[in-house]
């Protein structure tokens, strides 16, 4: 039996694959798939010869053990099926297709100085894989500046590719981006890929690299090494989430060359401890134009602030400074307080989760009033300041004319302090956009004075009061405060506040609130 189908079911069956293409193209892709109607013809006429093939072949016990040709509605199945396997398989190179188009174009909108691989798919790269997608770095006349390969691993066949690609744009190539580019391989393959895609920036002169979230260690570090022997320009470094303990950091401080010419410096979310700092600190004070330092996360204590303090000092020109989430402490804060005072383009401060106490915490907000006239962005979050500690706080947020936004939550404050921070802001005159009070204690005068000190502020965008005590009556009070202002949206969740813990002060502290309050007309 020969197999066969009237060709208005076939053509229907055409018709069908082409507009499935077109609703992919569409969909999911975002554009309209060229010549899929000549594709849909293709496939049918591929599946149709799968099925008459077939109908020649017998096989032994289509039923009850007999033999001969195979029936008609299993040729048509395999008709189908084979269509469907087709089809699919064209739809997913369209895909491909539409996404290498798009790595070419840029994820901003066609912006062709700029080639970025980033997306939330994890992909690991064959040779040719990295051949069709990296195909606009290899382009005649390509011209690009900046190239982000994150996301994507890249085993020893592909890293060879982007050799190829990065010594085609050499002349523009400025800045790389190898974040997360080796994850999931062997250690050996995955080292050597670094080494490879590292060396393959060599021919150009890159001025910012960023090699995080590779978790590499010191062997990683050391993979890199010829580029950060001989990249005399590099301004920007990021080794975050890379494992850098005390070797990794003594390997950063031998192999990188020039860094006299580093700007911006991040390597946070490592295991560096003191032993490392010593190290990092070192390196600091070797680079006198730093602007941008972060070491989040990195658990160092008092004795590693210290060190940096002293390697942040060889140089006046920082902007911005995170040390979020390392045991500062007392003595670390006010080595950190006496570096600050020094740095006169400072705007943004995170010191979030340092355990400064009420101490180095006025240290530091005095260093930043007295020589941070710029300053526009301060966290001081989980500080462990009390209300004894407010009082040099708030004096030295009053000389803060340029503050934008202020994070003090998870503190002691209490109604008392927050209202005393609340009038220092007023004082200061600064243009406020954003407060975080949130788990600071308040019962009910803390939270009107931040409401009221909010409708103050032209440009008033955000305030968080959640996870306090705050009476029903105190958020009454509250709410009608900011509708009267018309800014009732700027106010975050309160689905962790407590009312039933709110312990209302006695008329004579009510009354010293409010007093005080009127007298700064909040």
Request: proline share 2%; hydrophobic share 45%; charged share 25%.
């Amino acid at each position: 039996m020969v197999f066969a189908i009237p060709k208005e079911q076939r053509d229907d069956l055409v018709t069908r694959m082409d507009d499935t293409l077109a609703a992919l193209g569409f969909h999911c892709y975002g554009q309209t798939f060229g010549g899929t109607r000549a594709k849909a013809e293709e496939i049918e006429e591929r599946a149709f010869s799968v099925a008459e093939v077939a109908s020649t072949t017998t096989k032994e016990s289509w039923s009850e053990g007999t033999g001969g040709d195979r029936p008609i509605l299993e040729l048509t199945r395999l008709y189908i099926k084979k269509a469907a396997e087709l089809i699919k398989a064209e739809a997913e190179r369209l895909g491909e297709a539409a996404a290498d188009a798009s790595a070419g174009e840029q994820a901003a909108g066609g912006d062709t100085d700029n080639f970025d691989l980033m997306s939330k798919d994890r992909e690991f790269y064959t040779q040719t894989r990295a051949e069709q997608v990296l195909a606009p770095l290899m382009a005649k006349g390509a011209s690009y500046s900046k190239v982000r390969l994150s996301s994507k691993s890249f085993g020893i066949d592909a890293a060879n590719v982007v050799t190829k690609a990065f010594a085609n744009i050499s002349s523009t190539l400025k800045e790389v981006d190898l974040s997360d580019i080796i994850a999931g391989r062997p250690e050996d393959e995955a080292l050597k890929a670094m080494q490879i895609i590292t060396e393959a920036t060599l021919g150009a002169n890159i001025t910012s690299v960023d090699v995080s979230d590779n978790a590499f260690g010191e062997k990683g570090v050391r993979a890199c090494a010829a580029m950060l022997q001989q990249q005399k320009g590099i301004e920007s470094i990021s080794f975050i989430n890379n494992g850098i303990s005390e070797q990794a950091a003594a390997a950063i401080l031998e192999l990188l060359a020039s860094p006299q010419s580093l700007k911006k410096f991040h390597l946070d979310k490592n295991m560096t401890g003191d032993d490392g700092v010593v190290h990092i600190a070192a390196l600091l004070a070797k680079a006198p134009n730093m602007e941008d330092f972060k070491m989040a996360g990195s658990r160092y204590t008092s004795d590693g602030a210290v060190m940096l303090a002293k390697g942040l000092a060889a140089g006046t020109s920082l902007n911005k400074i995170d040390l979020t989430d390392n045991n500062v402490n007392e003595e670390g804060g006010i080595a950190l307080a006496g570096m600050l005072y020094k740095q006169p383009n400072m705007r943004h401060v995170k010191f979030e989760a340092t355990s400064l106490g009420p101490a180095a915490a006025g240290a530091v907000a005095s260093a930043l009033a007295a020589g941070c006239a710029q300053l526009e962005y301060l966290n001081m979050s989980s500080c462990d300041i009390t209300p004894e500690g407010v009082p040099a706080v708030a004096k030295a947020i009053s000389a803060m004319k340029n503050l934008k936004v202020l994070h003090i939550a998870e503190n002691e404050l209490g109604d008392f302090g927050v209202a005393q921070i609340c009038v220092a802001l007023k004082m200061s005159g600064c243009p406020l956009q954003e407060l975080d009070v949130s788990n600071n204690e308040i019962v009910s005068a803390g939270a009107v004075a931040a409401a009221r000190l909010a409708a103050s502020k032209p440009g008033f965008t955000s305030l968080n009061l959640n996870e306090n005590y705050i009476s029903d009556e105190g958020v009454e009070e509250l709410k009608s405060v900011l509708d009267a202002a018309g800014i009732a949206n700027v106010l975050g969740s309160l689905e962790e506040n407590d009312a039933d813990m709110a312990d209302e002060p006695d008329d004579d502290q009510a009354a010293g609130l409010e007093a005080m309050l009127d007298h700064m007309k909040l």
